[in-house]
């Protein structure tokens, strides 16, 4: 079998599974499949430029994938009324305070001679620059988050399109890239492992902890949709012409206004990822692609070449990062909610991980093969476990500890199955099923 027909295959597989769910459960199920499947494939894309490209191990995905989240907030929900006056714009100037304490400590440290006076300076700036900091930042705070904290409490966003809240995410994660990049970047693969890990914790926890800015573990509901492409069930349901489009098809006005508006999301997502694929193959096929995978396999004999490697993996770290941001913008918009507490990135980005190593790194088409195939398994192993419990079990009287316990061992199945799948595909084809040429 050639490797065309092949690759062609398995996307087959993939699609007939996708299929078979909306005929054996639901074509609501099979649909969100299909939405969270072109999702992750986005960031399966993200993580395949930096580490199948560039040989990068960015374990802090969830990071940035929240950062786009958090854009869809700022860019696309209105503002709250009388939050700027009350303390928004005094925030701005902590933040900003803060800023320059930093940039004037790293003047100090480049500039001065070594000595005892330069510390004392650096300490002395540090230390002033904190306390003005708080002095303007804690009042700002207090007043924002005393605005109907039942409902808001926080600022708002810019009431724009959620459309353009979604490269607004990828400019915002890459923005965070490029700080991180410019001080990790230098480390040891492993160190960027945990350096990456750590800043995604901390992305996550202000996040969580500053009201302000996106109501924290309260959530921001209410997030609008990408209108007129996607619509509300709702207004759908009170449309004559679909409810005669939804009569002709035999479906009922809730089932068909449902249907409507995921597919909608699916059209645009799909519009997303042929886009951000056809760049990414476009990447890989020329001369930058090629000199980032001759980056990756010998640093040293690219760095005697006269290529600037660290630059390089800056550049990548940035471009790969805003695929994830875009991704996060995407999924929180899908969701209609901000939940800063369900960004788990040893959840996730373990998950995200194995889409990559499964489909192929170093292959697009390999990632986003990877994407669809593990989130579907990741779905549905659960409920096929229970009913595999209930199938073995069967035979075994009603309050049999054993059966009890079978029967609850079934929600670890999915943590099992990753597992499993990651070996099978190392042991048998450890390029994976689409494998870099």
């Known amino acids: 079998m050639s490797e065309p027909v092949k690759n062609t295959l398995l996307f087959v597989v993939v699609g007939a599974l996708i299929l078979l769910t909306g005929f054996t459960q639901s074509w609501n199920a099979a649909i969100l499949i299909l939405n969270m499947g072109l999702i992750s494939a986005i960031m399966a894309i993200g993580v395949n430029l930096q580490w199948g490209f560039a040989g990068l191990f960015n374990v802090g995905v969830m990071g940035f994938v929240a950062l786009g989240g958090l854009a869809v907030v700022l860019v696309s929900t209105p503002p709250t009324p009388g939050a700027w006056s009350s303390g928004g714009y005094g925030i701005v100037l902590a933040l900003l305070l803060g800023a320059a304490t930093v940039v004037a400590a790293v003047l100090v440290a480049t500039r001065m001679a070594t000595g005892r006076m330069r510390t004392l300076t650096i300490i ?6 904190f306390f003005i900091y708080r002095a303007v930042f804690d009042p700002s705070v207090a007043g924002v988050e005393a605005i109907d904290p039942a409902i808001a409490g926080n600022l708002g966003g810019l009431n724009l399109p959620v459309l353009l809240a979604w490269p607004a ?35 996550i926890a202000i996040m969580k902890n500053e009201d302000w800015l996106a109501r924290g573990v309260k959530n921001v509901y209410g997030i609008p949709r990408p209108a007129p492409v996607v619509g509300y069930e709702v207004e759908l349901q009170q449309d004559p012409a679909f409810l005669a489009r939804a009569e002709w098809f035999g479906l009922e006005p809730v089932t068909a206004s449902t249907l409507s508006v995921k597919l909608g999301y699916s059209l645009l997502f799909m519009i997303v990822l042929l886009v951000l694929l056809w760049m990414a193959q476009m990447a890989l096929k020329s001369p930058w ?19 600037d490697v660290t630059r390089r993996h800056l550049q990548i770290f940035v471009l790969g990062s805003a695929i994830c941001g875009i991704a996060g913008a995407m999924m929180t918009t899908l969701d209609g909610q901000l939940t800063p507490s369900a960004y788990q990135p040893l ?7 194995v889409m990559v190593i499964v489909g192929g790194s170093g292959n697009n088409f390999g990632a986003v093969l990877g994407a669809f195939l593990i989130w579907f398994l990741w779905v549905q192993v659960e409920p096929i476990g229970l009913w595999l419990m209930n199938l073995i079990t069967a035979g075994l009287p009603d309050g049999s500890a054993l059966k009890a316990h079978l029967v ?10 990753m597992g499993l799948i990651l070996l099978i595909v190392l042991r048998f084809s450890p390029r994976g099923l689409i494998p870099e040429k």
């Open 289 to 307: 692609g090629r000199m980032m995978r001759a980056i990756r396999d010998n640093e040293v004999a690219a760095e005697a070449m006269g290529k």
């Open 124 to 129: 002395g700036i540090l230390i002033a620059g």
């Open 347 to 353: 959840r996730f980005t373990f998950l995200v991980w």
């Open 169 to 203: 995410g990828g400019l915002l994660a890459a923005g965070a890239a490029w700080l991180i990049g410019k001080t990790a970047l230098g480390l040891r693969s492993d160190y960027l492992a945990i350096a990456t890990l750590g800043i995604a914790e901390i992305i």
């Open 408 to 417: 609850e061992s079934a929600a670890h199945m999915r943590l099992f199955t």
